[in-house]
């Protein structure tokens, strides 16, 4: 089957190694964000790291680094899953969409735009792709846009926050067995929240990484 203009399909490697992956990923013009993007944001941890971190795209800082996750809300989330007593180093890190999605504020500044569910579906090839060659035993879903990518635009991290669910099926995943997923808020969420309530959001955040750490430890046994 042809793949539709506006998907990453036929950027895709023959080999699905995360290195061939994100060599591949640096030439995606799988829809139209990569034009304003400095560059493309691949994943980032070890290529046996059993949990698997996925956000929405990257910001303005991973941007520029090529990196996921070094930017202020990156750095809530090691804060974070140093106090769930997750090793960072267990952690695979990535984004459902790979490049940057801006808008420009006083002609310099670039501020996060929200992808549309167009460019989230043409870059879900990758992702598929990072989860097969990964193997990950625990998909944790930062953010609505993450989670939709993989669990369907009628799921809702604020009614199912924290349970443990599985992939559908529909997305044909050649992995056994398949990992368990858990969604919560981004870590941006957390650091937008200005209010008195910033802490009880902060803890219920590392609670929900704490429940991950016990579906990984689960997963062991």
């Known amino acids: 089957m042809t793949a539709p203009k506006t998907s990453a399909a036929r950027y895709l490697p023959n080999e699905h190694s995360l290195d061939s992956l994100a060599a591949a990923a640096d030439k995606c013009r799988g829809c139209a964000l990569f034009a ?54 267990l952690t695979y890190q990535t984004n459902a969409v790979k490049h940057f999605k ?34 990950p035993h625990v998909i944790v879903c930062l953010g609505a846009t993450a989670a939709q990518s993989l669990l ?20 044909d995943l050649q992995l056994a067995p398949e990992p368990a997923v858990v969604a919560t808020v981004h870590p941006s969420a957390v650091l937008r929240d200005r209010s008195d309530r910033h802490d009880d959001a902060y803890r219920a955040f590392v609670d929900d990484l704490r429940s991950v750490r016990r579906v990984y430890q689960r997963s062991r046994r």
Request: glycine share 12%; with cysteine; aromatic share 4%.
């Open 36 to 89: 304003d993007a400095t560059q493309t944001v691949f994943g980032h941890g070890l290529a046996d790291a059993p949990i698997m971190l996925v956000g929405e795209q990257p910001g303005d800082q991973e941007d520029r680094a090529g990196l996921p996750f070094v930017g202020p809300a990156g750095r809530l989330l090691a804060r974070a899953l140093e106090e769930a007593d997750i090793d960072q180093a």
């Open 102 to 135: 801006f808008t420009r504020k006083g002609g310099k500044r670039r501020i996060h735009q929200k992808p549309s569910r167009t460019e989230v579906v043409a870059c879900q090839p990758w992702l598929i792709a990072e989860i097969e060659a990964l193997g």
């Open 152 to 171: 369907g635009a009628s799921f809702r991290v604020s009614a199912q926050r924290g349970d443990v669910v599985q992939l559908p099926s529909g997305l």
